[in-house]
């Protein structure tokens, strides 16, 4: 799982995206949850329903992930 705010940092978007392409290239799914007007720590910074979405869905996922 990974969370991709709109507005991160241009070296982690660049990190991201390197990321995901070479998950792509092994065949190995990733679930990306984007947080529209999200800022790089949106998790603590963004008050907004955006925001408490993705942490859901990030919660939920690693709930999955660890049955």
Known sequence: MLATPAKDFDRIVTASTELLERCA????????????????????????DEARDAIRRSIAWWARAFR
């Not at 799914?29 to 910074?45: L, N, Y």
Request: proline share 4%.
């Open 25 to 48: 290239v092994e065949r190995r799914a990733v679930d990306v949850v984007g947080v529209p007007g999200g800022h790089h720590g949106f998790e603590t910074v963004d008050d907004t």
